[in-house]
């Protein structure tokens, strides 16, 4: 297999408070690599975001603390890099599309001089020429009128407008890893969908390397070429997308396929739910954080933390990955399933 475009070994992240340690992000590893996208998925609170900021460097310290075996990217490892090394890579090589529209605009700026300083920073483009190609981008994502909005102050554009013009600026150096976190939450389907679209141009011209984060897990079906499942901090399954929405291989997983509504549902019976609450990460005890609310948790399960580890897919063959002591019970289940 090609070399990967962004390698993470065992990356943690702790908050420091007067409560206790939280454990945001627990030992989590992957690998990105040129033209793919990975989706990562799971209920809010599970170290999606945290996960991500940490590798740019954007986890606030204190009361943050990140430790991380190895963050490569490519030949430098941005867990080791300075600062300002570290800033000439972030929204140029890897550009990131923050989670809420509605603050990550600086209030005081017009929306032109906070694109336009993305540009002169990063490519040294003259102010004039930074203007004309950052309102082509305003167009690209479907913003009317892209000059005139250059002028526009942040609260005078709507939070699906906001969220696109944060698009556009992740876009504008054409970075080798896009890191997209909710990147359609506050827009129409109309607008997703162009969004989603020009994403996948950006990628199929540029070979562009995308973290795909999102609770919508359709968008994962359509986009991810793998899915990982993150869980109190933990990545608790990690597969091929098309492995992963036909046969699970955690609780959890399918805990959260079987609360995505059908449109052959009946519409008299309530959605599916997860029983139960997330847990607390303060000092959280031994064992699997989702047995609480599993319905094949032992006592096993709650004795000691179960790892992520390899297990066969019965039905393909395929290597995969599961944090679940009863992976293989769950496998060989989904195999008797496809067979009748």
Known sequence: MATPMLSVRDLSVRFDTPHGSVRAVDGVSFELHEGETLGLVGESGSGKSV????????????????????????????ATLPPAELRRIRGNEIAMIFQDPMTSLNPLLTVGRQLTEVLEEHRGLSRSEA?????????DVGIPEPEARLDAWPHELSGGMRQ?????????????????????????????????????????????????????????????????????????????TDDLFGRPLHPYTEGLLASVPSFDGDPTQALASIPGQPPDLVDLPPGCAFAPRCPLASDACRARTPLLEEVTDPRSSRRRRSACLDALALAERHAGEASR
């Open 51 to 78: 996960t991500n900021l940490a590798l740019l460097g954007l986890v606030p310290s204190p009361p943050g603390v990140v430790e991380a075996r190895e963050v490569r990217f490519g030949e430098r490892d941005l």
């Open 164 to 240: 696109r013009v944060m698009i556009a600026m992740a876009l504008l150096c054409r970075p080798r890893v896009l890191i997209a976190d909710e990147p359609t939450t506050a827009l129409d389907v109309t607008i997703q969908a162009q969004i989603l679209e020009l994403l996948a141009d950006l990628q199929e011209r540029h070979g562009t390397a995308i973290v795909l984060i999102t609770h919508d897990l359709g968008v994962v079906a359509g986009m991810a070429d793998r899915v990982h499942v993150m869980y109190a901090g933990r990545l608790v399954e990690a597969a091929r």
């Open 131 to 139: 203007r004309t190609l950052c309102a082509r981008g305003l167009g």
